[in-house]
Structures are given as structure tokens and as C-alpha cells.
């Protein structure tokens, strides 16, 4: 059973930058699409960026240009760097598998932007 643990969450000023991480158990990171997800207070979860088994980014227009999905397949771990961040960027992150979020969500990592 795969197992997604994320971490790296944290609160920060506007403009501020963090680095989330994803261990993922199984070595399906450099064969599975994976996504980035988040969920904000009383809004449903939604996709913010994806990565291709190719390595191969695509990201929501509201996080373009500040974002940037990575993976390390020996690591078994997908990375979400978010700099310039703006408060409506709070929420719960998440990763999971891409198109389709087939594993059990893990816990997620709390990121909160203040103003």
C-alpha cells in the first residue's frame, strides 16, 4: 500500500517562499504522474501543479511562475517550492497520484500566509 507523508509547511510572511516535500512509500515516483494539492478552509481540494512521469511540470494559472513541482525518483520524494507567496496560498498542501488521486491521502502540511 503506498503510503504519501508530506512535509515542509509553515507559516510565513507575503512574499515569503517555503519548500514542501512528499515521501512517497514505493518506488513509483519516476513511473506515476503525481500531483500537488491543497485544500483551503470551507474549499474543496484542488489540483495546484503536476508532474509528468517525464519530469514534465504543468501548473494552475493562479500559481504560474511562482511554483515549481519537482521530483527526485531515487528519493522516492516530490517537491512543491513556492515562493512569492500571497495569503490566499493558505491552506492544506497534499500530494497524490495525477490525473487521478488513487492512494490514501496522507495528513498534508499546513502552509499559512501572512499578510
Known amino acids: 500500500q503506498v503510503q504519501l507523508v508530506e512535509s515542509g509547511g509553515g507559516l510565513v510572511q507575503t512574499g515569503g517562499s517555503l519548500r514542501l516535500s512528499c515521501v512517497v512509500s514505493?518506488?513509483?515516483?519516476?513511473?506515476?504522474?503525481m500531483g500537488w494539492y491543497r485544500q483551503a478552509p470551507g474549499k474543496q481540494r484542488e489540483l495546484v501543479a503536476s508532474i509528468s512521469s517525464g519530469g514534465f511540470g504543468n501548473y494552475v494559472d493562479s500559481v504560474k511562475g511562482r511554483f515549481t513541482i519537482s521530483r527526485d525518483n531515487g528519493k522516492n520524494t516530490v517537491y512543491l517550492q513556492m515562493n512569492s507567496l500571497k495569503p490566499e496560498d493558505t491552506a492544506v498542501y497534499y500530494c497524490?497520484?495525477?490525473?487521478?488521486?488513487?492512494?490514501?491521502w496522507g495528513q498534508g502540511t499546513q502552509v499559512t500566509v501572512s499578510s
Open positions: 497524490n497520484g495525477f490525473p487521478r488521486p488513487a492512494f490514501a
Open positions: 514505493g518506488s513509483i515516483v519516476s513511473i506515476n504522474p
